[in-house]
């Protein structure tokens, strides 16, 4: 018996929970497969759990639709962009560029990349009422399909309908619009995966709510507030400001330990070890100058809400901080000034620590004293030991910061409205500690500022981590954007133009400038690293260090700093799924009608939609003169042809190369007769019984 399946017009989220249930509440459900909610209830509740009725929520029309529209079916195929992809810079790439509906490229992904991804970023539509967004489905529900489906009466069906077809922009049809791409998303993350959205204050409430039920509100990490160009034109409060909710998939699985690096370290650094170059050991000038320097430049002191200002010496930055306690107990104890030889005025409230810890602090220079014994003596808290602070909710980014570094890159303003600070989306990337080979996502690319992101965190650490953005191909308006209209058209070439090839180019564009610039520096500043160690003749561990340092350049060298692109194509409109097999004699889809590059769409959705990720190379399996494609454990026959001979050498590869070792083998119907199709089940049965192993042998349409 051939085993078939229909999957081209059934590619959906797979529901992972009912996978969980059977396995661990296998009694829960009738020999029918139907799960009996009470006996779950009973079971549950002699674990001491209680069930209420009543609980808060979030209700719109149109949620039972998008609740259909998370689980219905992907109504495209994939398709790789060949051309592109064959570049020298692209072709060994991990990176991922996609072209197409969101949902339906989360869909595809959904299998392949489920609790794969470490961080998803998203810039959703904000639904200002001037943003364009509407809410615009082409599903073809009828009444009664919507009835069954979403479990709402005639009336309800009607008036969910009307609304799908409306093209509104209320909150209802946001929330639709949000709903089945938050859901999926969820689906994607590891289990330590964090989601950041950005919203200001259109949707923020409705989408704060939202995210409460799709992640749980317990997963709630906290908001972000990111400070964006002023809006002096607004009535009661000029709101110069927008959100980034933050959601973690568990807190079980991420503690939420994350640091960031304290604002203004990098020129307080810079400009302390240009005082140390100017005035040598001379200390009172060095802090002299440095308080001159904070009067001037007052952001780049993280300290500027104490009342000490840092000080240096030759171990580094310090500040002197508080020795007053008490933390266990209030110590009282003699401390002798080092120079004057005079008891120190003591803290108001006693020592913070025992008079042994005073001693060895003293005797390992953490004590700051003052001009003389009048002074009471403080903690020294270096630098270099407090760089780090828990991620902040502040963020001070003017959102020009973001266009100026896009007309650099584009060498003129007006390519895209109001770009996301790639500077900040890195920070969050270190914050959370994604990880040297993690997986960042965003479904909503817009100019692939998250993207650009990703390049540069690695070439500052030699990284490689990866990004998968997908973008719409929205076309640009040429009366709100003429400039970005006839760059695309005129120097791009591009007949339609879209925001996609925006995403498309400023990737290519932003490669070329960190390749250029951050990486030639950063491999440079290593090499001259490499150069001091050789000389310095009695340093421990000196050829560890330069090891260390060859390889960071190496890895700098094989940064990955190109893309792969993918999109998607509408599922041939004639392609019939209703045959249990191809009868000669009654046509039911015309295959005549497919392209080798039709063939190739059909082969990728598949290779995704069976776990194989879009980067992974589908390898061709010679099999006496048939080409067969191989990845995953699985190997797929797509083209006519396949005979006794191609067959019997198919048996022989398996039998003979231990690397080749399909656990399915899987024919796409509408090339093989059925006669054909029982011959090679029958002889696949036959040889997997022989040798004791499991081979599948599958018939799709």
Not at 201 to 220: H, M, P, R, T, W
């Amino acid at each position: 018996m051939v085993n078939k399946q229909k999957i081209t017009n059934n590619i959906k989220v797979p529901n992972k929970n009912i996978a969980v249930l059977k396995k661990h509440f296998s009694h829960c459900f009738d020999k029918s497969g139907k799960f009996d909610i009470e006996k779950f209830k009973q079971t549950i509740a002699e674990n001491e759990i209680d069930f209420y009725k009543e609980s808060y929520g979030l209700d719109w029309l149109g949620k039972s639709y998008a609740r259909i529209l998370a689980s219905d079916e992907a109504t495209t195929l994939l398709k790789e962009d060949e051309a592109f992809n064959q570049q020298q810079e692209n072709k060994n790439s991990q990176n991922l560029l996609i072209k197409g509906d969101n949902l339906e490229v989360l869909k595809h992904l959904s299998n392949a990349y489920y609790e794969k991804i470490k961080m998803i970023y998203i810039d959703p539509p904000y639904n200002t009422g001037s943003d364009g967004f509407v809410y615009q489905d082409d599903r073809k529900f009828t009444v009664s399909d919507l009835k069954y489906l979403a479990g709402v009466d005639e009336e309800k069906a009607k008036r969910i309908l009307d609304f799908t077809q409306s093209k509104s922009n209320s909150h209802s049809a946001w929330l639709t619009f949000m709903y089945p791409r938050l859901y999926i998303a969820k689906q994607l993350l590891k289990d330590d995966g964090v989601i950041f959205v950005s919203i200001d204050e259109n949707e923020s409430a409705q989408l704060k709510v939202l995210c409460d039920e799709i992640f749980g509100e317990e997963n709630f990490a906290g908001d972000i507030i990111w400070k964006n160009s002023s809006k002096n034109d607004q009535a009661y409060v000029s709101t110069q400001h927008e959100y980034v909710l933050v959601y973690v998939k568990s807190k079980i699985y991420n503690a939420g330990k994350w640091e960031e690096l304290k604002e203004g370290l990098p020129e307080i650094y810079k400009a302390f070890a240009g005082f140390k170059k100017k005035h040598k050991n001379d200390w009172a000038r060095i802090h002299e100058q440095a308080l001159k320097w904070y009067k001037e430049f007052p952001d780049s002191n993280p300290i500027r809400d104490s009342k000490h200002y840092s000080w240096m010496d030759e171990r580094g930055v310090y500040f002197p901080d508080n020795i007053s306690g008490p933390n266990f107990g209030q110590y009282v104890y003699d401390v002798i000034h080092p120079v004057t030889g005079q008891i120190c005025k003591p803290p108001s409230s006693g020592w913070r620590y025992p008079e042994d810890t005073i001693k060895q602090r003293i005797k390992d220079g953490l004590v700051h004293f003052g001009k003389d014994h009048t002074v009471v003596p403080n903690n020294k808290t270096y630098l270099k030991n407090t760089e780090y602070q828990s991620l902040t909710s502040l963020k001070f980014k003017d959102g020009r910061v973001a266009s100026n570094w896009l007309k650099t890159l584009f060498g003129f303003k007006g390519v895209f409205t109001n770009p996301k600070d790639s500077g900040v989306l890195a920070k969050f990337m270190k914050a959370i500690g994604l990880e040297n080979d993690g997986i960042v996502f965003d479904f909503f690319a817009g100019s692939g500022s998250t993207g650009e992101a990703v390049m540069q965190l690695n070439s500052e650490d030699g990284g490689k981590r990866k990004y998968i953005l997908v973008q719409l191909p929205e076309p640009i308006d040429i009366k709100k954007s003429k400039t970005a209209y006839d760059f695309v058209k005129n120097e791009l070439g591009v007949e339609t133009p879209t925001i996609f090839e925006i995403t498309k180019e400023r990737l290519i564009r932003a490669s070329g400038k960190i390749k250029q610039e951050t990486i030639k520096k950063n491999i440079t500043e290593k090499e001259h690293k490499i150069k001091e160690l050789t000389s310095k003749l009695d340093l421990d561990n000196r050829e560890d260090a330069i090891k260390g340092l060859k390889e960071e350049i190496t890895n700098l060298k094989n940064q990955d700093l190109g893309f792969k692109i993918f999109g998607t194509m509408p599922i041939w409109e004639d392609y019939n799924l209703e045959a249990d097999e191809l009868n000669p004699q009654i046509e039911l889809f015309d295959q005549n009608m497919l392209t080798e590059e039709d063939l190739k769409a059909l082969l990728l959705t598949w290779k995704t939609y069976d776990g194989a990720q879009l980067t992974e190379d589908l390898q061709v399996t010679d099999l006496d003169g048939y080409n067969g494609y191989f990845a995953n454990n699985k190997l797929y026959l797509m083209h006519k042809g396949f005979v006794t001979d191609n067959l019997k050498a198919l048996l022989e590869k398996i039998d003979t190369d231990k690397n080749f070792n399909p656990t399915s083998i899987i024919a796409f119907g509408y090339h093989f007769e059925s006669k054909n199709l029982r011959e090679i089940a029958e002889n696949i049965k036959s040889y997997a019984n022989k040798k004791n192993i499991d081979i599948d042998f599958i018939t799709r349409y």
